[in-house]
C-alpha cells in the first residue's frame, strides 16, 4: 500500500480524498496556488506546497511543478481527482517515468477513450450500442455534409478532443450545416487546440444515464449501477440522482453489462464511467467514457455504502476487485452549489463568505471546501459545494432536500441554492419526467422582495 498520496486538485475533490487517505492510514500532501492557501484542503492536509500564482496554467495544470512537489516531500503515488489532469494522458506518463503511481488510467486508456471519436470505434469494436453518425474524424466539409444526409437531420456537431459542451453544434436543417461547421470548429481549436470533428445523430428527447464501473489490473470489472444526470445546463451537470427514476431492471441490467463489457474489453483499471443517451423508448447509446472519479460520485457512494476513493486506491496498489454488481437499495440526489447567480443567467459570483450555516441531520451529506470567511477565487470552476441527500424512497430523497436546502445559508456572494429549491418542487422533476432539455423551458420565479 502507498505510504504518501500527493493529490493534484484543488478544493471539495481534494479535501474528499484526503480524508479516506487519513482513514485508511495514508499519508497526505496537497498542493495549492496562491489563491488557494486559506482552503481547507491545505489545512488538513499532512504536508502542502505551493506550485505557483492563481492561474490554472502555472499551478494545477503545471506539471513540472506536480512532480517536484511530488518528489520533495516523497510520495509514491499521485490522485489527481477530476478536472485539471485527471484525463490528461501525457501526465499519467509522466507519473510513470518517474516511478510514481498515477492513481487514475494508463496514459494508453486515457488516449483511447480521451478521444471521443477514437472511443466511439473501440466501443463499436466491443460490441456495445453506439449512436448512429461517422466513423471517427470527419476530413471536410463536403464529408460532413454527405454524412448528414445519410444519417438523417437533425445531427449532432461534436468536437473530437471536446468537453463541457465546448465544439458542440446541433443542427436541424442542412442550410444551417455549415455555419455550425465553421462555429464549432473555431470555439474547439481555441478550447482545445484542436478542431477535428465527427458528428452523431441527435436523439431527441434523451436522458443522459451513465454507469460507474470499476475496473482491477486482472482485466477485471463491474458495474456499480447508474446515476441519471439529465438536468443539465450548456451541457454542464446541475443535479444529478440515483437510481433513475426513468430506470427498469431490465434497462439496469442491460446497461450495466454493456459498461462492464465496454471497461473488461479495454482491460480498464480504476474508477471510471461510461456515459450513455437513452431515447424516450429506453434505447441506449454510448456516449463517452470518463477515465477518473466523477464530480457526482457521492450519490453511488451513499446508495451501496460504498467508498470510491479507497476502491481507486486498493485497485492502484493492486488488490483485485470483488467483481460483483450493485444495485441501489436506497435513493440519492446531489445539487452542485455553485457561487452563481441563479437570477442573472448563472454569472459567476466570487467574493467572501461572510455568513454560512451547514445543513445537518440524518441522510444528509455536504462535501465542501468553503467556510465563513472563505474568500472565492475568480480563478477557477464556481462550484463550492455538493449537497447530497439520502432516503428510503425518492420522495423522502426530495423532501430531505427541500428541507436541507431550506437550512443552507450562504451569504456574502450568490448560490445555486434558490435554483435547486424552485427545481425540487417543479411538477415535472418530482414525477421524475424530465430530459437533457429542461432546462431549455423553465424559466425561474423572480426572487421574493427582501423586506
Known sequence: MFKKILIANRGEIALRIIRTCREMGIKT???????????LHVRFADEAVCIGPPPSSESYLKISNIIAAAEITNADA?????????????????????????IGASPEMIERMG???SAKATMKEAGVP????????????????KLAKETGYPVMLKASAGGGGKGMRAVWKEENLEDAWESARQESKAAFGNNDMYMEKLIEEPRHIEIQVVGDSTGKACHLSERDCSIQRRHQKLTEETP??????????DMGLAAVKAAEFIKYEGAGTVEFLVDKHRNFYFMEMNTRIQVEHPITEQVIDFDLIREQILVAAGVPISGKH???????IECRINAEDPYNDFRPSPGKITVLHAPGGHGVRLDTHVYAGYTIPPNYDSMIAKLITTAQTRDEAINKMKRALDEF???????TIPFHRQLMDHPDYVAGNYTTAFMNTWKMNEPEEEE
Open 29 to 39: 500532501v496537497a498542493v495549492y496556488s496562491k489563491a488557494d492557501e486559506e482552503s
Open 130 to 145: 453506439c449512436v448512429p453518425g461517422s466513423e471517427g474524424v470527419i476530413p471536410d466539409f463536403e464529408t460532413c455534409k
Open 244 to 253: 433513475s427514476p426513468f430506470m427498469t431492471k431490465k434497462l439496469r441490467n
Open 326 to 332: 450493485y444495485t441501489p437499495n436506497l435513493h440519492s
Open 78 to 102: 499521485i490522485h489527481p481527482g477530476y478536472g485539471f489532469l485527471a484525463e490528461n494522458a501525457r501526465f499519467s506518463k509522466i507519473c510513470e517515468e518517474h516511478n510514481i503511481k498515477f
Open 115 to 117: 478521444d471521443k471519436a
Open 409 to 415: 445559508v450562504i451569504e456574502g456572494v450568490k448560490t
